[in-house]
């Protein structure tokens, strides 16, 4: 099933740079293995903002809620999702 995921991310300000820098770094290598997975299919950063557009493919809602909670930034994030089906004009056979 394919989720549509905006995350905006919100760090304190007055969190230490080597804390923020290690999260950061945390989050690209989940991220990275997420995608190398094939279960992060795609991400967009949003010009100008500290956040970001993505499409999940999780087996349900339960899945997406535990991927999205396994982000080390998920405390700092405002998240929305919205669930994803195949538009029957589509000539795309891989965007089920």
Same mark, same amino acid.
């Given at each position: 099933?394919?989720?549509?995921? @905006? ?6 300000? *007055? ?6 820098? *290690?999260?950061?770094? @945390? ?66 056979? *891989?965007?089920?």
């Amino acid at each position: 099933m394919l989720f549509h995921v @905006r995350m905006d991310v919100n760090l304190p300000t *007055d969190m230490p740079a080597e804390i923020a820098s *290690d999260i950061k770094a @945390r989050e690209k290598a989940y991220a990275q293995e997420l995608q190398r997975s094939g279960t992060w299919r795609h991400i967009w950063r949003i010009a100008g903002e500290y956040a970001n557009y993505s499409v999940f493919d999780a087996k349900d809602n339960a899945e997406l809620h535990e991927l999205l909670l396994g982000l080390p930034l998920f405390p700092y994030m405002k998240i929305s999702v919205t669930p994803l089906c195949r538009h029957p004009s589509s000539i795309r056979d *891989d965007d089920t």
